[in-house]
């Protein structure tokens, strides 16, 4: 059976497997993955193949990051692996050298992207660190990126750069942060990448000078590209993430009714959610700044939920599909442990009207996470947009002590 999948599956991407009884296991150690764009901007990213519990597994590597991916299977000269909630995994093929050889896929919903994959076992270099870093780029960065669409966004980069030009970072935007980010800077030229399974990107740039990032780009997935450019500044700051998403006029408080992935229906003005202090999570299992966000909802959770602390997440799958949204949304609760309820809206993110479909008392939903602050007397309170997650070290902490400080005051209360 498990041979029938993976030829299967391996034909859907048009890769056909080359089953051999003799062929060697994948070895364990650290790997260098490339996802081969077709205009040769490559996106490249390390892994490491290991055991745990007797089970063949391997981790992502980004920066700090070790993200754990199990569901790993040979046959043969055969590999598939999933990647965790993001509906993208990899077809390979086992070469005679021990490298691997396929194509990675992923899914988003409305269509299919294949992207050309090779890996090396045994190299542990990201991108090359054979020449002297012509300039230190460490430190806090006012970013503008420049949309395909002829907008602007503004972000904030933080980087910490090696003597030997090895360097991690991240960007933090309105909605949420790139997560983990890693590369080099090899004489006068900047490679930082980040894959996870959500996101898979580089950022490139010429350095000029240590004060400014001009003709920089940023590469993602199969054909993304976006320009960026930035100017040192220490005191670079973003708007409120307090501000970004209202409710509408004369509205102070939320009315849903949707099913959970258990198949129970919740309603915020069930009796479980009376006299509580209740957060609103709104998130996504392709979102990868929800994955951040959750793994601190949920820990929050089981530490505060006998205070009085309830909280309900409001999925929006790439799919309006009940059973389909339910079954992507599963493994990400497991992941995380999460013990509080994630309701199915029924409502893809893809669909303009989303907001005024699940949640007409918000002006609109702007980005994903955003968590909805309620006190015990139902009303709204606070509206946090986006998820800076661990990857950007302090800004993550500050929020953590923000976010518990406000819920601590809103505790104190009455009801």
Known sequence: MLKKYLFSFCLTLGLVPVINAQTAHLKPGTWRGVLQRPDGNNIVFNFETATLKGKQVLYVLNAGERLLVDALKQKGDSVWIQMPFFASGFALQLEKDGNLKGIYTKDYGVRKENIPFFATHGNAERYPLNQTPAVDISGRWAVTFGTNKGKTEQAIGEFAQEPNGKITGTFLTPTGDYRYLEGAVNGDSLHLSGFDGGHAFVFTALLQGKDSIRNAAMYSGLK?????????????????????????????????????????????????????????????????????????LSNYYDKNHSRGVEIIGLAYERTGDFETSRKALIPFQKRYQVHYPFLVTGVSVTDERR????????????????????????????????????????????????FEALIDTLLKEPS
């Open 224 to 296: 993304g590209h976006m320009q960026w450019a930035a100017q040192k500044n220490d005191t670079a700051q973003l708007p409120d993430e307090y501000t970004y998403t209202k409710m509408r006029e004369g509205e102070n408080r939320l009315h849903f009714r949707f099913r959970s992935t258990s198949g129970k229906m919740v309603s915020l003005d069930d009796a479980a959610y009376k006299n509580k202090v209740v957060i609103i999570q709104i998130l996504g299992s392709w979102c990868p700044n929800c994955m951040d966000e959750t793994a601190f």
């Open 355 to 402: 907001t005024e479909k699940t949640l007409p008392q918000l002006e609109s939903i702007k980005a994903f996470p955003t968590s909805i602050i309620i006190d015990k007397k139902g009303e709204v309170r606070k509206i946090h947009s986006g998820f800076n997650g661990p990857g950007t070290g302090k800004h993550y902490e500050e929020f953590k002590k923000e």
